[in-house]
């Protein structure tokens, strides 16, 4: 129990890191942080009981840089949660698609380029959406960049902190 994860949030209610009970329990004790949400259990000492925090929100506002992330496979499929943008197939089988050829003009850029399973980016070859008869489920675009990304295996196992972590990137249905 000691060794479960804790979602911390900084003073703006942004999320910062995901710290271990321990640490958790270190920072509501000094002072540095509040326990905004209980998890299950509790840790006894010899003087008392304590209930294990689930999410401890800090008491003073850190400061982030704001980076942008990289165009890279990984991040595209995670911007598009591991599914098809023509077909809607959940899959890890994805292949990078750029919306307007690269043979064409097209750049390799956010707003260009989505996951698209093989059959769909086969049957699309080198023509745009509108010239192979296919329609996009959702429009390409940059993700927001928050600092910090929560991974779905934490949020599948603690449905407690998504009323923390918002959907920074509103997804836009519609052709491009």
């Known amino acids: 129990m000691i060794n479960s994860p804790v979602l911390v949030l900084n003073q703006n209610y ?4 995901i710290a271990r009970v321990r640490r958790a329990l270190v920072l509501v004790m ?5 326990t905004i949400e209980n998890g299950s259990g509790v840790i006894r000492t010899s003087n008392e009981t304590v209930e294990i925090p689930s999410v401890i929100r800090l008491l003073y506002l850190v400061k982030r840089p704001r980076h942008e992330k990289r165009l890279t496979r990984r991040e595209v499929f ?3 949660q591991q599914t098809c943008q023509y077909c809607g197939k959940e899959t ?3 292949t990078l698609d750029h919306v ?3 043979h064409r003009g097209g ?5 260009n380029v989505a996951s698209a399973c093989f059959q769909c980016n086969n049957r699309k070859a080198g023509r745009t959406p509108q010239e192979a008869g296919m329609k996009l489920i959702n429009k390409p675009c940059a993700p927001y960049s928050s ?3 929560v991974s779905i295996e934490y949020m599948q196992r603690h449905d407690g902190w998504k009323k923390f972590l918002p959907m920074h990137r509103e997804r836009v249905a519609g052709e491009v």
């Open 100 to 102: 307007l050829p690269r």
């Open 107 to 111: 750049k390799h850029v956010w707003d």
């Open 14 to 17: 942004e999320p910062l890191n």
């Open 30 to 34: 000094m002072g540095k942080a509040e």
């Open 147 to 149: 600092g910090y990304y």
């Open 92 to 94: 890890k089988n994805l």
């Open 78 to 80: 995670r911007r598009d």
